[in-house]
């Protein structure tokens, strides 16, 4: 394996897992404001939902800005900028 497809590997593994961990994290924080608040399972399922749009929200920020990453910002109308 050539270092650029361990490196390719790494990044898609990052951010699957960081979806992963919004998930998680939301619907932990979720189940324990449910039994805080005696509202089961609402607030769990509420935070299942929350964790994946905003896990989702983070992917597409940063599939999005790699291109900007390689030097190739475009600027209005798609134009490469400065030209």
Known sequence: MSKGSL???SQVWSLGTTLV???LVFT???YGLDRW???TPWLMV???FVGAGLGFLYLVRI????????GHEEGPG???QGQ
């Open 28 to 30: 932990a924080i979720g």
């Open 7 to 9: 490196r390719d590997y």
């Open 21 to 23: 961990v919004y998930v």
């Open 46 to 48: 509420a935070g299942v």
């Open 37 to 39: 608040l005696h509202t």
């Open 63 to 70: 599939l999005f800005s790699t291109g900007s990453r390689d």
């Open 78 to 80: 798609g134009r490469p």
